[in-house]
């Protein structure tokens, strides 16, 4: 014991072994990529930062020192744990904007405990170098420079620092690029690892306190249009906008954003425009609605619903920022990546383009609804910029009419107790409801599905699989029981039923969701792919093939509902229109009607024996860069506010 106490090890070198340990730990756990050229700047920087460190650990008094040598260990171990837990549960990566636009971590704790002990292992290793630095807290040193042997790292992190950006110039021109990363665009997913966790949040952790507005390239998109062109010709979904004047108006962030739509074609009208004009709708956001919770057995209203109506056969639900990600993607057409669903949640954009707002113009009375707590991700505040006036959930009166000290509530009881308010309308209503039934956790401790355990308990799955199987079976009765009150009341033929999920159950983890899969998904995209219910029940199935997403919903229901709105100015594009198909995930990666892009491999898949365009993808990533950037700015710069 007294040869090892012996042994000192300068701290220069404990950071820079730990912080390497670190990094190569992630990409293990998380199944990245070790070696690539990016390497080089990921070195470099570890190099760079492990300098600085040592530097401010020995600015002070000795025992400041340490204190501030275990700070430096915790936080670094900190972040590394947070993207390794967060992607474990989740399925996507921690940002620092997830702070401002999610209440999960306090109203789900219980979920999250049982969560974060499930990764207990990962989680100790992750912290292996902080705990060993206090056990051999000895054999650390750390003792205070005089003020001129401190002057020395100055010139030496200085070249470092010069090495590592001549290192971004590595494969400069790549799409997502480590140069791209540090200096045009946000995307946390690739950047963990391009440029490093500790960097990746360093980075986002300044860009969220200082602000950054990403690059936008002006990209002629006609080279995505691989759709079936229209035997007709029809007008554009666009409005009469003076895009010319607003340029000459305006500079900066807002000068390039008035002439990337200006450049933008939009999305033309088609044989559906007005298909359900003054008809009724009822929109739903259905927790964690998946299609493997699709039976016609165990689900025969789901199964209805999606095989019949509009039968969308490649849509996706990509899960960005969890629940509140999917809601706004399905209520604003825009892509939900990170860095800015804060100024969302506050309620404080304009949105004159609002679902509410827009029904609410041609006529209608409008509702929304949500089995939950009605403050939960400040729900009452953007739902209000959207022009729902009359929101209703847990907390401010729906308790009155269901049982919401269960968890979770029930979507059968919010159907039974709010259907009489708009079924008798004096004019067509639109009504919005946001479902909780099937979240997770899956278990038998969940209340929806120890209440349809009997009706899964044939099923050879796991227990997991079976609890979420159990709980979307609660929103099939939900759905049963709204037809046929609207059958009832004589207004089902009249009505419109809309639904897309928010997420893929990601509560279960990709091996408990391919027990229940047609098909062995992938954990990236297919894992996402789902159903998007649009149905009447006097209209005959009609099969839609081409690719779409949550942010495509809004455009299709407005073109489909004969709404006025310039579909340049929103990301999704209706996907009964010939306009290309295209679903956008929050890595970047995407898929298209020619095939699926993997960001993070840099790989691309092919459908069938389709012929590619000449560069395709590379065009393609800066169209759907481009997309990602628009919506930040459209929402940072509450950019709509100048339109209308």
Request: with cysteine; net charge negative.
């Amino acid at each position: 014991m007294e040869k090892i106490n012996n042994y000192k090890i300068p701290v220069f070198w404990y950071y820079l072994i730990s912080l390497s340990y670190g990094e190569l730990l992630f990409k293990v756990i998380t199944h990245n990529k070790i070696f690539t050229l990016t390497i080089f700047n990921n070195i470099l920087f570890l190099i760079f930062l492990s300098l600085t460190l040592t530097l401010i650990t020995k600015l002070f008094k000795n025992n400041i020192n340490r204190f501030v040598f275990y700070l430096f260990m915790f936080i670094f171990s900190l972040f590394i744990g947070v993207e390794v837990v967060v992607h474990n549960i989740f399925g996507f990566y921690f940002d620092f904007s997830l702070l401002g636009a999610t209440d999960q971590v306090l109203s789900f704790s219980k979920d999250l405990i049982k969560l974060v002990s499930a990764n207990i292992f990962y989680l100790l290793i992750i912290f292996l170098p902080f705990i060993l630095s206090i056990i051999f807290r000895k054999n650390i040193l750390i003792k205070k420079n005089s003020f001129k042997k401190n002057l020395l790292y100055l010139p030496l992190m200085l070249v470092i620092y010069l090495l590592f950006l001549l290192s971004l110039n590595i494969q400069k021109d790549d799409d997502y690029s480590a140069y791209k990363l540090f200096f045009n665009t946000s995307n946390v997913a690739i950047s963990l690892n391009k440029l490093g966790v500790i960097h990746t949040m360093l980075i986002d952790l300044n860009r969220s306190i200082f602000g950054f507005s990403p690059k936008v390239l002006i990209v002629e998109e006609a080279i995505g249009e691989e759709g079936e062109m229209p035997t007709k010709t029809y007008a554009f979904n666009n409005l009469d906008i003076d895009f010319a004047s607003l340029i000459d108006q305006s500079s900066g962030d807002l000068k390039s954003m008035h002439e990337y739509f200006n450049n933008e074609s939009g999305s033309e009208q088609n044989e559906y425009t007005g298909y359900f004009k003054n008809k009724n709708l009822i929109l739903f956001m259905a927790e964690s609605f998946n299609e493997v919770a699709v039976s016609k057995d165990r689900t025969p209203t789901l199964y209805k619903l999606v095989n019949g109506g509009f039968h969308f056969n490649n849509f996706y639900t990509p899960t960005i920022s969890s629940t509140i990600g999917g809601e706004f993607q399905e209520l604003t057409g825009l892509v939900a990546a990170s860095g800015f669903l804060t100024p969302w949640k506050n309620g404080n954009n304009s949105f004159p383009f609002g679902i509410a707002h827009m029904f609410q113009e041609a006529g209608y009375n409008t509702y929304a609804y949500h089995d939950h707590t009605y403050t939960f991700q400040s729900r009452h505040n953007y739902l209000k910029a959207l022009g729902f006036n009359n929101y209703l959930g847990c907390r401010n009166g729906l308790e009155k009419l269901i049982n919401c000290n269960i968890w979770p509530e029930s979507d059968v009881e919010m159907i039974n107790a709010t259907v009489s308010d708009f079924i008798n309308s004096d004019k067509p209503f639109f009504s919005y409801y946001v479902t909780v039934s099937g979240h997770g956790d899956y278990s038998w401790g969940n209340a929806m599905s120890k209440k349809h355990r009997s009706e899964v308990e044939d099923l050879d799955v796991s227990e997991n699989a079976k609890a979420y199987l159990a709980s979307q079976i609660e929103l099939d009765k939900a759905l049963e029981t709204l037809i046929n009150k609207l059958a009832e009341a004589n207004v089902l033929d009249d009505t419109v039923i809309a639904l897309v999920g928010d997420h893929y159950p990601y509560f279960l983890t990709p091996e408990e969701v391919n027990e229940i899969a047609s098909y062995k998904k992938d954990s990236v995209i297919e894992i996402n792919h789902s159903n998007f219910i649009l149905w009447n029940n006097k209209m005959d199935t009609i099969e839609v093939d081409k690719v779409g997403s949550q942010i495509d919903v809004l455009p299709t229901i407005y073109n489909i509902f004969n709404l006025p709105y310039d579909s340049r100015l929103i990301i999704g594009k209706d996907i009964l229109s010939s306009h290309y198909g295209l679903a956008i995930f929050g890595n970047g990666s995407w898929v298209s009607d020619y095939g699926s892009y993997f960001a993070n491999t840099n790989t691309f898949v092919k459908k069938d024996d389709l012929e590619i365009p000449e560069d395709y993808v590379k065009k393609m990533n800066k169209i759907v860069n481009n997309k990602i950037n628009m919506s930040k700015l459209i929402i940072t710069k509450d950019y709509y506010k100048y339109i209308k």
